[in-house]
């Protein structure tokens, strides 16, 4: 069966909202919400495609945009690429041209809606940032905190907190006033046994390889409505991640760092290898700064994950 290329928008109006279309009655996967596109023909540039699409579609001409995330999809009658871009400038008001309902959806809503499920992995890079910052080892309780608030005063919305160091009480202790200063503000990803996922119904987790490995054959440990991560440094544990379920994962080293500087970095082309093969949102992580997110995107990376990259400084 031939795969069929479709080019999908998500689409921010200027208050970040995302703009949904709900598919015709009579359409494949009827009446569900979609990210607005269609078909890319044969020999057609993907952001042409776009172009063409949402001018038809809603009526607008499209002034920037850039890639997001492919999504291979196998329908028992469909077999589908879902070329994803990220539109972030455009003319014109976005009407439904073809009689289609439109909705503008706050980025935590979007998993309210119903989509086709094909869709899963887009409603996540959509919720998600650029940038995924992860605490340093060597700070005291009262440190991190510190930096936490710093970090959320400059608008950093996903967090792990990290600190291999610390006692697990230590660290619990920690984590329930991370997770106090994060609410309504950031995501906040905690590290762990999994047997303390009932104590912290409001954080996402964030697996380390060797849990990845542990329990992928056990499936996603609980619902999806709760965000869960996963750590991976080679196409294995990306598969790993893909059949547990996670929502996104974080790809390292790709470059060399100080903290494991006997792990050989991916490098740029590996990883972007790598991440075309994923049907997850990536974070590229290892020797980064603000200024790589960029070139991660152009790799196909949802941006980057840091640790002093991203940790606020004074």
Not at 55 to 84: M, N, T
Not at 113 to 123: D, G, K, L, R, W
Not at 209 to 230: I, T
Not at 265 to 270: D, K, Q, T
Request: aromatic share 8%; hydrophobic share 45%.
């Amino acid at each position: 069966m031939k795969r069929v290329h479709v080019a999908a928008a998500v689409i921010r109006g200027g208050d970040g909202r995302v703009l949904l279309a709900r598919r015709p009655d009579d359409k494949h996967q009827g009446g569900l919400w979609e990210f607005p596109g269609g078909k890319v023909e044969e020999g057609e540039p993907v952001f042409e495609a776009l172009a063409r699409e949402l001018h038809e579609e809603l009526g607008i001409v499209v002034r920037a945009a850039q890639p997001l995330i492919q999504i291979p999809h196998d329908y028992p009658d469909k077999h589908v690429l879902l070329d994803v871009w990220e539109v972030t400038a455009f003319d014109g008001q976005p009407h439904g041209a073809e009689g289609q309902p439109l909705a503008w959806a706050a980025a935590r809503q979007l998993s309210e809606y119903e989509f086709p499920a094909a869709n899963a992995p887009i409603v996540a890079a959509a919720r998600l940032p650029e940038h995924y910052l992860i605490t340093p080892e060597g700070l005291s309780a009262q440190e991190l905190l510190t930096g936490l608030k710093r970090a959320l005063e400059r608008g950093v919305r996903l967090i792990q907190l990290r600190a291999p160091a610390m006692f697990d009480a230590q660290y619990r202790d920690l984590a329930v006033d991370a997770v106090g200063l994060c609410a309504g503000r950031a995501q906040l990803m905690l590290k762990g046994p999994l047997e303390w996922l009932g104590d912290f119904p409001s954080a996402g987790w964030h697996l380390s390889s060797q849990q990845l490995r542990r329990y992928v054959e056990h499936g996603r440990p609980f619902p999806p409505e709760r965000w869960l991560a996963a750590s991976c440094h080679n196409a294995e544990e990306l598969v790993m991640a893909e059949q547990m379920g996670v929502d996104f994962v974080t790809l390292s080293p790709v470059l060399p760092t100080e903290t494991h500087p006997e792990a050989a970095p991916l490098g740029w082309e590996h990883a972007r290898e790598l991440t075309q093969g994923c049907t997850r949102p990536v974070f590229f992580l290892g020797g980064l700064a603000p200024d790589g997110v960029m070139r991660a995107r152009e790799c196909g990376a949802q941006g980057i994950a840091a640790i002093r990259g991203l940790w606020p400084q004074g």
